[in-house]
Protein backbone atom coordinates (compact mmCIF):
# COMPACT_ATOMS: atom_id res chain seq x y z
CA UNK A 1 0.00 0.00 0.00
CA UNK A 2 2.53 2.77 0.99
CA UNK A 3 4.93 1.59 -1.94
CA UNK A 4 2.15 1.67 -3.72
CA UNK A 5 1.82 5.21 -3.17
CA UNK A 6 5.15 6.17 -3.13
CA UNK A 7 5.36 4.89 -6.65
CA UNK A 8 2.24 6.64 -7.41
CA UNK A 9 3.74 9.93 -6.38
CA UNK A 10 6.55 9.65 -8.24
CA UNK A 11 4.79 8.26 -11.80
CA UNK A 12 2.80 11.98 -10.74
CA UNK A 13 6.20 13.67 -10.34
CA UNK A 14 7.67 13.00 -13.52
CA UNK A 15 4.42 13.87 -15.40
CA UNK A 16 4.19 17.09 -13.48
CA UNK A 17 7.58 18.17 -14.25
CA UNK A 18 7.41 19.22 -17.40
CA UNK A 19 3.89 19.78 -17.72
CA UNK A 20 3.58 22.24 -14.39
CA UNK A 21 4.44 25.05 -16.41
CA UNK A 22 1.53 24.19 -18.90
CA UNK A 23 -0.87 23.35 -16.87
CA UNK A 24 -0.44 26.50 -14.39
CA UNK A 25 -1.22 28.73 -17.21
CA UNK A 26 -4.62 28.35 -19.09
CA UNK A 27 -7.43 27.94 -16.63
CA UNK A 28 -11.25 27.37 -17.82
CA UNK A 29 -13.03 30.84 -18.50
CA UNK A 30 -16.65 31.65 -16.00
CA UNK A 31 -19.29 33.82 -17.33
CA UNK A 32 -17.84 36.90 -16.52
CA UNK A 33 -14.88 35.84 -18.76
CA UNK A 34 -12.41 35.50 -15.74
CA UNK A 35 -9.89 32.41 -15.39
CA UNK A 36 -11.37 29.99 -12.89
CA UNK A 37 -9.71 28.80 -10.31
CA UNK A 38 -8.81 25.25 -10.16
CA UNK A 39 -9.72 23.00 -6.99
CA UNK A 40 -9.65 19.54 -5.82
CA UNK A 41 -11.18 17.52 -3.11
CA UNK A 42 -10.20 14.21 -1.87
CA UNK A 43 -14.35 13.38 -1.75
CA UNK A 44 -17.91 13.97 -2.46
CA UNK A 45 -19.35 16.50 0.52
CA UNK A 46 -15.98 18.11 0.37
CA UNK A 47 -16.15 19.01 -3.11
CA UNK A 48 -19.90 19.46 -2.81
CA UNK A 49 -18.88 22.01 -0.45
CA UNK A 50 -16.07 23.77 -2.83
CA UNK A 51 -18.43 23.81 -5.73
CA UNK A 52 -21.74 25.30 -4.02
CA UNK A 53 -19.20 28.41 -2.45
CA UNK A 54 -16.54 28.33 -5.60
CA UNK A 55 -19.94 28.63 -7.79
CA UNK A 56 -19.02 30.17 -11.78
CA UNK A 57 -15.84 31.01 -10.22
CA UNK A 58 -14.12 27.72 -9.28
CA UNK A 59 -13.82 24.30 -11.25
CA UNK A 60 -14.18 21.75 -8.76
CA UNK A 61 -12.79 17.94 -8.93
CA UNK A 62 -14.05 15.17 -6.94
CA UNK A 63 -10.72 12.90 -6.65
CA UNK A 64 -12.89 10.08 -5.39
CA UNK A 65 -15.08 9.04 -8.53
CA UNK A 66 -19.02 8.34 -7.95
CA UNK A 67 -19.66 4.53 -6.71
CA UNK A 68 -16.41 4.32 -5.11
CA UNK A 69 -15.92 5.22 -1.35
CA UNK A 70 -13.07 7.14 -0.26
CA UNK A 71 -11.82 4.30 3.19
CA UNK A 72 -10.40 2.22 0.47
CA UNK A 73 -9.73 4.70 -2.85
CA UNK A 74 -6.56 4.90 -4.13
CA UNK A 75 -5.68 7.79 -6.10
CA UNK A 76 -4.57 7.35 -9.94
CA UNK A 77 -1.83 9.38 -11.41
CA UNK A 78 -4.51 11.63 -13.27
CA UNK A 79 -6.05 11.84 -10.01
CA UNK A 80 -3.06 13.43 -8.65
CA UNK A 81 -1.87 15.47 -11.73
CA UNK A 82 -5.46 17.53 -11.17
CA UNK A 83 -4.25 17.78 -7.12
CA UNK A 84 -0.77 18.81 -8.13
CA UNK A 85 -2.09 21.14 -11.33
CA UNK A 86 -4.87 22.56 -8.29
CA UNK A 87 -4.57 26.13 -6.79
CA UNK A 88 -6.79 24.83 -3.39
CA UNK A 89 -6.76 21.31 -2.13
CA UNK A 90 -9.06 20.04 0.42
CA UNK A 91 -8.91 17.22 2.38
CA UNK A 92 -10.51 15.47 5.55
CA UNK A 93 -7.33 14.02 7.14
CA UNK A 94 -8.57 11.44 10.21
CA UNK A 95 -7.32 8.40 8.04
CA UNK A 96 -10.24 8.44 5.51
CA UNK A 97 -8.01 9.83 2.99
CA UNK A 98 -4.54 8.73 3.91
CA UNK A 99 -3.27 9.07 0.35
CA UNK A 100 -4.19 12.74 0.65
CA UNK A 101 -2.53 13.25 3.71
CA UNK A 102 0.85 11.77 2.52
CA UNK A 103 1.13 14.72 0.12
CA UNK A 104 0.46 17.73 2.12
CA UNK A 105 4.00 18.58 2.47
CA UNK A 106 4.91 18.00 -1.37
CA UNK A 107 1.97 20.44 -2.46
CA UNK A 108 2.45 22.65 -0.01
CA UNK A 109 5.66 23.25 -0.99
CA UNK A 110 4.70 23.92 -4.74
CA UNK A 111 2.32 26.31 -3.46
CA UNK A 112 -1.22 25.17 -3.45
CA UNK A 113 -3.30 25.99 -0.45
CA UNK A 114 -4.51 22.88 1.13
CA UNK A 115 -7.29 22.87 3.78
CA UNK A 116 -7.10 20.19 6.19
CA UNK A 117 -10.29 19.46 7.99
CA UNK A 118 -8.68 17.24 10.81
CA UNK A 119 -6.64 20.30 11.88
CA UNK A 120 -9.41 22.94 12.07
CA UNK A 121 -12.04 20.43 13.26
CA UNK A 122 -11.40 18.46 16.89
CA UNK A 123 -12.19 14.74 15.90
CA UNK A 124 -13.68 12.56 17.63
CA UNK A 125 -11.68 9.08 19.12
CA UNK A 126 -12.75 5.94 20.07
CA UNK A 127 -10.16 5.73 22.55
CA UNK A 128 -9.46 8.83 23.66
CA UNK A 129 -5.53 9.70 22.96
CA UNK A 130 -5.31 7.61 20.16
CA UNK A 131 -5.08 9.74 16.77
CA UNK A 132 -5.55 6.41 15.06
CA UNK A 133 -8.87 6.10 16.58
CA UNK A 134 -10.06 9.37 15.31
CA UNK A 135 -13.61 9.56 13.84
CA UNK A 136 -13.34 11.19 10.16
CA UNK A 137 -17.12 11.67 9.88
CA UNK A 138 -17.35 15.14 10.32
CA UNK A 139 -19.70 15.94 7.44
CA UNK A 140 -22.59 14.22 8.77
CA UNK A 141 -23.08 16.93 11.55
CA UNK A 142 -24.40 19.87 9.85
CA UNK A 143 -22.77 22.05 12.34
CA UNK A 144 -19.71 20.59 11.56
CA UNK A 145 -20.27 20.68 8.18
CA UNK A 146 -20.65 24.57 8.99
CA UNK A 147 -17.58 25.00 9.76
CA UNK A 148 -16.11 23.41 7.01
CA UNK A 149 -18.01 25.46 4.63
CA UNK A 150 -16.50 28.71 6.27
CA UNK A 151 -12.65 27.04 5.76
CA UNK A 152 -13.44 26.45 2.27
CA UNK A 153 -14.41 29.88 1.92
CA UNK A 154 -11.21 30.95 3.48
CA UNK A 155 -9.32 29.51 1.29
CA UNK A 156 -11.10 29.97 -2.01
CA UNK A 157 -10.75 33.83 -0.98
CA UNK A 158 -7.49 33.44 -0.39
CA UNK A 159 -6.56 31.70 -3.80
CA UNK A 160 -8.97 34.39 -5.31
CA UNK A 161 -9.37 37.73 -3.25
CA UNK A 162 -11.09 39.31 -6.36
CA UNK A 163 -13.75 36.62 -6.03
CA UNK A 164 -14.76 37.43 -2.15
CA UNK A 165 -18.19 39.22 -2.67
CA UNK A 166 -19.03 36.23 -4.49
CA UNK A 167 -17.57 33.57 -2.12
CA UNK A 168 -19.04 34.80 1.15
CA UNK A 169 -22.56 35.14 -0.46
CA UNK A 170 -22.38 31.88 -1.66
CA UNK A 171 -20.88 30.48 1.63
CA UNK A 172 -23.86 32.65 3.70
CA UNK A 173 -26.10 30.85 1.40
CA UNK A 174 -24.77 27.48 2.28
CA UNK A 175 -24.50 28.07 5.87
CA UNK A 176 -28.57 29.02 6.43
CA UNK A 177 -29.24 25.78 4.56
CA UNK A 178 -27.15 23.92 7.07
CA UNK A 179 -28.63 26.07 9.81
CA UNK A 180 -32.02 24.85 8.50
CA UNK A 181 -31.09 21.14 8.03
CA UNK A 182 -30.06 21.35 11.41
CA UNK A 183 -33.31 22.84 12.51
CA UNK A 184 -35.20 20.05 10.86
CA UNK A 185 -33.15 17.25 12.77
CA UNK A 186 -33.69 18.49 15.78
CA UNK A 187 -37.11 19.23 15.77
CA UNK A 188 -37.64 15.60 14.04
CA UNK A 189 -35.78 13.34 16.07
CA UNK A 190 -36.70 15.47 19.42
CA UNK A 191 -39.60 12.73 20.65
CA UNK A 192 -38.69 9.05 19.45
CA UNK A 193 -39.43 6.14 21.01
CA UNK A 194 -35.95 4.23 19.87
CA UNK A 195 -32.56 6.06 20.99
CA UNK A 196 -30.32 3.44 19.20
CA UNK A 197 -29.90 3.00 15.82
CA UNK A 198 -28.11 0.03 14.12
CA UNK A 199 -25.68 1.12 10.94
CA UNK A 200 -23.13 -0.71 8.97
CA UNK A 201 -20.40 0.92 9.76
CA UNK A 202 -19.67 3.56 11.90
CA UNK A 203 -20.20 6.66 10.07
CA UNK A 204 -22.85 8.72 12.35
CA UNK A 205 -20.72 9.59 15.76
CA UNK A 206 -21.51 13.06 14.98
CA UNK A 207 -24.71 13.35 14.05
CA UNK A 208 -25.62 11.09 17.28
CA UNK A 209 -23.80 13.09 19.44
CA UNK A 210 -25.70 16.23 18.24
CA UNK A 211 -29.10 15.10 18.05
CA UNK A 212 -28.70 12.52 21.07
CA UNK A 213 -29.00 9.33 19.83
CA UNK A 214 -26.92 6.19 19.87
CA UNK A 215 -25.27 4.60 16.83
CA UNK A 216 -24.97 0.82 17.09
CA UNK A 217 -22.75 -0.21 14.14
CA UNK A 218 -21.96 -3.52 12.46
CA UNK A 219 -18.42 -3.11 11.26
CA UNK A 220 -16.39 -0.04 13.01
CA UNK A 221 -15.24 3.19 11.69
CA UNK A 222 -14.09 1.53 8.36
CA UNK A 223 -16.51 -0.41 6.17
CA UNK A 224 -14.17 -3.47 5.22
CA UNK A 225 -13.52 -3.95 9.04
CA UNK A 226 -15.16 -7.46 9.32
CA UNK A 227 -16.81 -7.73 13.01
CA UNK A 228 -16.13 -10.82 14.98
CA UNK A 229 -18.37 -13.47 15.51
CA UNK A 230 -19.05 -12.05 19.25
CA UNK A 231 -19.51 -8.38 18.15
CA UNK A 232 -22.35 -9.63 16.16
CA UNK A 233 -24.13 -11.58 18.83
CA UNK A 234 -23.58 -8.32 20.95
CA UNK A 235 -25.67 -6.79 18.10
CA UNK A 236 -28.19 -9.40 17.93
CA UNK A 237 -28.79 -9.35 21.51
CA UNK A 238 -29.35 -5.38 21.39
CA UNK A 239 -31.64 -5.59 18.83
CA UNK A 240 -33.86 -7.79 20.76
CA UNK A 241 -33.54 -6.42 24.87
CA UNK A 242 -34.60 -3.02 22.47
CA UNK A 243 -36.85 -4.24 20.21
CA UNK A 244 -34.95 -2.48 17.46
CA UNK A 245 -36.80 -2.66 14.27
CA UNK A 246 -34.62 -1.58 11.37
CA UNK A 247 -30.96 -2.21 9.91
CA UNK A 248 -29.68 0.86 8.41
CA UNK A 249 -27.39 -0.35 5.18
CA UNK A 250 -25.63 2.08 2.92
CA UNK A 251 -25.59 2.41 -1.21
CA UNK A 252 -21.51 2.05 -1.72
CA UNK A 253 -20.57 -0.70 0.59
CA UNK A 254 -22.12 -4.53 0.45
CA UNK A 255 -25.73 -4.64 2.23
CA UNK A 256 -25.02 -8.37 3.06
CA UNK A 257 -24.01 -8.48 6.35
CA UNK A 258 -26.62 -5.69 6.94
CA UNK A 259 -29.33 -8.23 5.48
CA UNK A 260 -27.75 -11.54 7.24
CA UNK A 261 -28.25 -9.56 10.43
CA UNK A 262 -31.73 -8.37 9.61
CA UNK A 263 -32.75 -12.51 8.46
CA UNK A 264 -31.38 -13.50 11.58
CA UNK A 265 -33.31 -10.82 13.54
CA UNK A 266 -36.54 -11.20 12.07
CA UNK A 267 -36.09 -7.45 11.10
CA UNK A 268 -36.33 -4.74 8.29
CA UNK A 269 -33.24 -2.89 6.12
CA UNK A 270 -33.61 0.94 5.26
CA UNK A 271 -30.93 2.69 3.48
CA UNK A 272 -28.95 5.48 5.34
CA UNK A 273 -26.42 6.67 3.48
CA UNK A 274 -22.82 8.41 4.96
CA UNK A 275 -22.88 11.07 1.86
CA UNK A 276 -19.37 9.64 1.13
CA UNK A 277 -19.88 9.70 -2.19
CA UNK A 278 -22.45 9.36 -4.50
CA UNK A 279 -23.68 6.67 -6.68
CA UNK A 280 -23.61 7.43 -10.59
CA UNK A 281 -27.95 7.35 -10.81
CA UNK A 282 -27.63 9.47 -7.58
CA UNK A 283 -25.30 11.99 -9.58
CA UNK A 284 -27.64 11.80 -12.83
CA UNK A 285 -30.77 12.46 -10.62
CA UNK A 286 -29.32 15.67 -9.16
CA UNK A 287 -28.95 14.27 -5.68
CA UNK A 288 -26.86 16.26 -3.67
CA UNK A 289 -25.42 16.94 -0.25
CA UNK A 290 -28.76 18.38 0.97
CA UNK A 291 -31.33 15.74 -0.43
CA UNK A 292 -29.87 13.21 1.17
CA UNK A 293 -29.73 14.73 4.71
CA UNK A 294 -33.24 15.06 4.51
CA UNK A 295 -33.67 11.63 3.44
CA UNK A 296 -31.50 10.12 6.38
CA UNK A 297 -33.86 12.20 8.38
CA UNK A 298 -36.95 10.54 6.88
CA UNK A 299 -34.98 6.77 7.34
CA UNK A 300 -34.09 7.75 11.04
CA UNK A 301 -37.60 9.13 11.83
CA UNK A 302 -39.13 5.83 10.84
CA UNK A 303 -36.30 3.58 12.26
CA UNK A 304 -35.93 5.27 15.43
CA UNK A 305 -40.24 5.60 15.67
CA UNK A 306 -40.51 9.48 16.06
CA UNK A 307 -43.81 11.36 16.41
ZN1 LIG B 1 -16.87 6.05 6.66
Redo the contacts with the bound molecule.
Keep these: MKAKILFLISVSLVLIGPVWLIVRSPRNNNDTGQKKIEVAASFYPLAFFAQEIGGNRAKVINITPSGA???DYEPTPKDLLSVYRSSVFILNGGG?DPWAQKIVPELKARGVIVVNMSEIIKMRQEIPGEPSTAD??IWLSPTLAEEEVFAISRSLIKADIQGKLDYEENRDRVVNELKAVDGEYRSGLSSCRQKDFVTT?A?FGYLAERYHLSQVSITG???DAEPSPQKLSEIVKIIREKRIKYILFETLVSPKLAQTLAYETGIKTLTLN?L?GLTWAQKANSVDYFSVMRDNLKVLKTAMECS
Design positions: EPHIPHHALSPPE
